[in-house]
């Protein structure tokens, strides 16, 4: 079983060991993974997060992910695939700041603006 692993931000050790990545040609994203037989999937998954990233960010004005100060290699999103994430189909993410400080930027805007 596939499990994925969304990692935008700082998570210190808790990511998942990966030992190849390939990074988007046209967002600040990089796909990790972690068994060989999962580097064609990062491929495939980068089209939508690319999409995605079209749509929520550059059309609908979404606030992009910040920087992780180079965690996962670079200060990108990251996507990582790996058999260890809890079952099939498993998506997590985490705020940046689990003391609390997951503040929306403004929250007279209208928009959800603090990071996962």
């Not at 988007?24 to 060989?36: D, K, V």
């Not at 037989?37 to 997060?49: F, K, Q, S, T, V």
């Not at 058999?83 to 997590?92: C, E, I, R, S, T």
């Amino acid at each position: 079983m596939l499990s994925l692993l969304l990692i935008p931000l700082a998570l210190g050790n808790g990511r998942p060991d990966a030992i190849g990545s390939v990074d988007s040609t046209s967002h600040p994203i990089r796909c990790h993974w972690g068994r060989a037989a999962d580097e064609p999937r990062c491929d495939a998954l980068l089209g939508y997060l690319e999409q995605a990233w079209d749509v929520q960010i550059d059309g609908m004005g979404f606030t992009a992910p910040p920087p992780d100060d180079g965690l996962g290699g670079s200060d990108d999103l990251d996507l990582y695939l790996t058999p260890d994430g809890g079952g099939a189909g498993v998506a997590w993410v985490m705020c940046d700041w689990a003391d609390g400080g997951c503040i929306d930027t403004d929250p007279d805007d209208g928009w959800a603006s603090a990071p996962s």
